[in-house]
């Protein structure tokens, strides 16, 4: 019989502790914390009840009830009282139980004199593990502070049972737990690829470790640190330059300033450390209340701000552990998959590379920075993905299949089969491709084509060697403005072009001068609101009128070629005239290099995007005037089809082997032929293997595409016969409207090319 029990829930968590350190068996652990508990709480009844599998609450140990019903009482969730409470996950006070519509009794626990009631959900990380319950004979009216001390003592409980020192956590942790269960979410699928592999946190939450206090004034200290370091984190954030001044992440740092100077959060907080929990468990605990409002919240608006308040939550708990930084400096597992709430591009590059699978995010877009980061590193990015950071453990297995946009979370042995076997596809495929890397692209009849990759990035860079490709047709020298967080000095682009250069090692490089606007914002510079974007003020038009701004760059571009080629070109010119008017600013930097007495490049071409329709009907005149044109399609067809070319709904509308496109082209390529301009295309179409076919059948002779198009288009290429294909085309040439693909795809089959 335990006779120094004292009274309050500090009292009782000493004792607890004392309990966990005593060497007994797990059961005699239960039976001494019931009766700990029911003489602390003065009450004549404390069971624990534990569950088990889905929906199963077992009695697993009592004080006052039955001993015989121990493991044979049982109960589903949303049956009795205890069974509202796991349902609910709210605590449950009644001074009259039997009276409530949900009692239930059982009469093998001898339950029947005991009228009052308090029962507390146990939970971890919003999870159910089992209901805490103590009952009186007497019509009792359980107080707030008795209520909020069973609380607390049902935190520490939850402790135990994970750590196993009250039962094996494999029986009772339950089969439908979202950290345990298998899932399959949909997100919107952003960067191609599929990926198996293993959950890295880029935050990764803390675990409580110890529950109960040693000295709730220091734990109380600790708290106030850890808020006024995260209220600090939070302003200096806010006001970094690259965090734009409107738009989603602004938003959610707004709603954390506003939670982390709550009141109303940080009382309950510090309530729970004064019950005798850690700062750490305190936190925890508040967080639990916060989760299961936001599982009942409909008004998305309200989940949203209790999902920050969520987070909020995990990065206090980080700032305690003094843990925050996030999991890119820690050691991933070789095959890591990064899934995060939000991520910036910088962050991305952080990572490992070589450990890097893949990405997953709640949050996300297309055009969103981080996409193009894991795009240049060939990595699958799903975003969207609503509660992924639920449903994810550090280190569980995971697959993300980018094309679809699912994530297999804990995928089942039949889901990991298929992916395995698509995966050793992919490779098959990829060695396929790898074989043909240092094979000429030259058709079956001696073509020649010229296999370029486009790119951005230095990340990017190591596709060059190893796709084989001839060189860049394509460098988008914004990339590196989007991805920075402040404005690239000088020093910083011409570091940038010289490396490119020299990891080119004498492989032609395109560099395009800054393509800005659009869906291209840089969060530093600010810009107005735009009706149409895409047609609004952006790439040369913003140089044109800020004229300083190309002047670096070009400046860059000439320092870092110093004694090589140079290819630059314009994006966007519309007039004739505008490409004059850049191309003079190339003129005056190499006259201010020559002043200086600075080496110029080797040689200069300048070139030109052809992008925007109307220049087709300048050609006679721009030919004049430039080194080379180049072919945007992605821009050239948004516009001839007054189409945009990141609408879902439009993807699919208009075709890139329409008649009126083919015309368009084949005009272009004849007139730059009899000038004797050197002609491309770099849009999208280039890298897919069909499109790339009819473009040879036009008479391109070069193209650029993302890296991962050179080998399924060498090997189409491999496959082809020029001659015939152009035959074939004159055949059709009559065509002026509908699409040309069914024709392309006979074609294909007819003679075997692989496409
Ligand atoms: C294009 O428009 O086809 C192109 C290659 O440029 P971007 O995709 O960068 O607009
Ligand atoms: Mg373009």
Not at 65 to 74: A, D, I, Y
Not at 220 to 241: G, H, V
Not at 283 to 309: I, N
Request: proline share 4%; aromatic share 6%.
């Amino acid at each position: 019989m335990i006779t120094d029990v004292g009274t309050g829930p500090r009292v009782l968590l000493r004792r607890l502790r004392e309990v966990m350190a005593e060497n007994i068996q797990p059961q005699a652990r239960l039976d001494r914390i019931v009766r700990l508990v029911a003489a602390n709480m003065v009450a004549e009844v404390c069971s624990i009840y534990l569950r088990r599998g889905d929906t199963v609450l077992e009695l697993c140990a009592t004080e006052g009830l039955n001993p015989e019903s121990v493991h044979q009482t049982t109960l589903q969730v949303g049956e009795g009282l205890v069974g509202v409470v796991a349902e609910s996950l709210e605590p449950l006070k009644l001074s009259d139980a039997r009276s409530h519509p949900k009692f239930a009794y059982r009469p093998e626990t001898g339950e029947d004199p005991y009228n009052s009631f308090l029962g507390v959900p146990m939970l971890r990380n919003a999870q159910l593990l089992g209901v805490l319950v103590v009952q009186n004979q007497t019509r009792r009216h359980y107080t707030d502070e008795e209520v909020e001390a069973l609380q607390t003592i049902a935190v520490v409980l939850a402790e135990m049972v994970v750590s196993g020192a009250l039962v094996d956590p494999e029986d009772f942790s339950g089969g439908s737990d979202l950290l345990q269960r298998s899932w399959r979410l949909e997100g919107v699928g952003i960067a191609e690829g599929i990926a198996m592999g293993h959950v890295v946190l880029h935050e990764p939450r803390v675990e409580v470790v110890h529950a109960i206090a040693e000295d709730t004034s220091a734990e109380q200290e600790r708290l106030t640190n850890s808020i006024a370091e995260l209220r600090r984190w939070i302003d200096t954030t806010l006001a970094r330059p690259d965090l734009s001044t409107t738009g989603e992440h602004r938003d959610v740092l707004e709603a954390y300033r506003m939670f982390a100077h709550d009141r109303g959060w940080i009382r309950r907080i510090r309530e729970a450390i004064d019950t005798g929990l850690t700062a750490e468990a305190a936190v925890h605990r508040v967080q639990d209340e916060t989760r299961t409002q936001m599982t009942k919240q409909s008004d998305p608006f309200w989940r949203e701000r209790l999902h920050d308040l969520d987070d909020l939550s995990n990065r206090l708990l980080r700032h305690l552990a003094g843990k925050t930084t996030s999991a890119a400096s820690e050691d991933l597992p070789k095959d890591a998959i990064i899934c995060a709430r939000a991520m910036g591009p910088a962050e991305l590059l952080d990572y490992d590379q070589k450990a890097l699978r893949g990405l997953v995010l709640e949050e996300g877009s297309a055009t969103s920075h981080v996409a193009i980061v894991a795009r240049a590193l060939d990595i699958p990015l799903i975003g969207r993905v609503a509660g992924l950071l639920d449903r994810v453990e550090s280190h569980h297995a995971i697959i993300l299949d980018g094309l679809s946009g699912e994530v297999y979370i804990r995928p089942q042995s039949d889901v990991i089969d298929a992916y395995a076997e698509k995966v050793r596809f992919r490779a098959r495929r990829q060695a396929q491709y790898a074989r043909l890397r240092d094979k000429p692209a030259v058709t079956k009849d001696g073509v020649e084509i010229s296999l370029n990759i486009n790119s951005g990035l230095l990340v990017d860079l190591p596709h060059l060697a190893q796709s084989g490709a001839a060189g860049i047709g394509l460098f988008r020298t914004e990339l590196q403005f989007m991805v920075s967080s402040t404005f690239p000095r000088l020093r910083m682009q011409m570091d940038l072009y010289s490396k490119v250069l020299d990891e080119a090692d004498g492989r032609p490089v395109v560099f395009r001068t800054l393509d800005l606007g659009s869906d291209k914002v840089l969060p530093y510079f600010t810009h107005d609101r735009e009706e149409n974007p895409a047609m609004g003020w952006r790439a040369i038009r913003i140089a044109l009128d800020r004229p300083a701004l190309l002047r670096y760059q070009i400046r860059a571009l000439l320092g870092a070629a110093e004694g090589r080629e140079l290819r630059m070109m314009f994006p966007m010119i519309s007039e004739v005239s505008e490409f004059v008017s850049a191309r003079r600013l190339v003129d005056r930097e190499l006259e201010r290099r020559r002043k200086l007495g600075l080496k110029a490049p080797a040689d200069i071409k300048v070139g030109t995007m052809l992008e925007v329709p109307a220049l087709a009907w300048q050609l006679d005149a721009l030919c004049q005037h430039v080194d080379f044109i180049s072919v945007g399609s992605n821009d050239l067809l948004q516009f001839l089809y007054a189409s945009d070319r990141g609408h879902p709904r439009l993807s699919d509308r208009y075709d890139t082997l329409s008649a009126a496109v083919m015309s368009v082209l084949k005009t272009v390529l004849e007139t730059c032929n009899r000038h004797d301009v050197p002609v491309s295309l770099c849009g999208e179409m280039a890298g897919r293997p069909l499109d790339a076919m009819a473009l040879i059948g036009l008479g391109f002779r070069t193209i650029s595409m993302p890296p991962t198009s050179v080998g399924p288009v060498k090997m189409m290429i491999r496959s082809l016969n020029a001659a015939a294909l152009q035959e074939y085309l004159k055949s059709v040439d009559g065509q002026t409207q509908g699409s040309l693909r069914a024709g392309f795809e006979e074609f294909a089959k007819k003679h075997g090319v692989s496409v």
